[in-house]
């Protein structure tokens, strides 16, 4: 059983240790969250004190919220407006806009990521994708660029102005990445990987944290809970489709999971119809659905020319269908109540030399 305790705005320092103090001393487990939140977890009920009745008429003690999860960061009590937003360079995701990032599966040459990252940000795209180490289910498959596609994902940004996201494999990455991108993504089949997701939630980098192919949706709201408990708390979840037994398109795109995470969690959720669908003319209905089910945004691999891509471009769109496929988004989400991001101010070459990590 876990109690968050929120302080009031107006709390001090001093009053957060007063607090603090007072459950340690009633013998509760008290850990701290950040400056306003704290929370008691008491595993076996009997003679331990309710927290509320220790902290009762505390002034500075804005609300005592008792959850029965075991992931109270990520659950949506944790933060007062059951909202919050993660900021990726210039663009905010989680504040009603509906945000589109698209581009390559893989980072694959110059021409092709500049080609592709200029469309992209030309068609109204709020954030970049392109992979640099790729997870393959196959080790003869494309790996990715690695670290000499560094330059080329700090070319893409300074030219458009735009952040960029980038998918991490490896723990020893993280340094390096931070230095040029301004997101990571955790990808389907790292969800579950503790190691990486502590060093994340250790980092300050603002993390996509993809569903795995076969994890539940408490699964999905645990491993997210890793990178909070860590003290990271810039984290976008991501439903990509999951593995049923059904074989005729690649993943089975589960959009009842975006108004159940959005319902349990805090934390902003998007899709990804592009690894669902697994071929291109599907990605623009499964796109559509997200937008109308009232997700944050979509991730949608984008290609200049699919024909010719080392990875995934079977389900690549075109870049020339860009932007249509944003001017009917912007449909869709108007009639979930939300509306299409603006494009976000072009980042300064200030900001695109001090990566987010
Ligand atoms: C990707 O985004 O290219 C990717 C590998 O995604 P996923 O982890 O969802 O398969
Ligand atoms: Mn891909």
Redesign the pocket.
Known sequence: MVTLIRLADSATYQHHRQVVERLRFAGLPVREHGPHLLSVTVQVAGDAREPADVLANHPQVAEVTHLSVDHPQVASEAVPEHNSTVTVGTTVIGANGFVVIAGP??VESRDQMLTTCHAVSDAGAHIL?G?LY??RTSPYGFQGMGQSGFSLADEARAETGLPLIT?IVDVRDIDDLGDHVDMV?V????MQNFALLRELGRSRIPVLL??G?AATIDEVLLAAEYLLDGGNDQVVL?E??IRTYERAYRFTLDITAVPVLQERTHLPVIV?P??AAGATRWVEPLALAAAAVGADGI?V?THCDPAAAL??GKQALRTEALPGLIERLAVATSAAGRTMLPQPERMSATQVAAAAG
Do not use: V
């Open positions: 599966c893989a994708r992979g790729k997870p998918e993504q990808g389907a089949r790292n993809k569903r192919l991501c990509r489709g990804d592009s690894h991730l691999e990875c995934d």
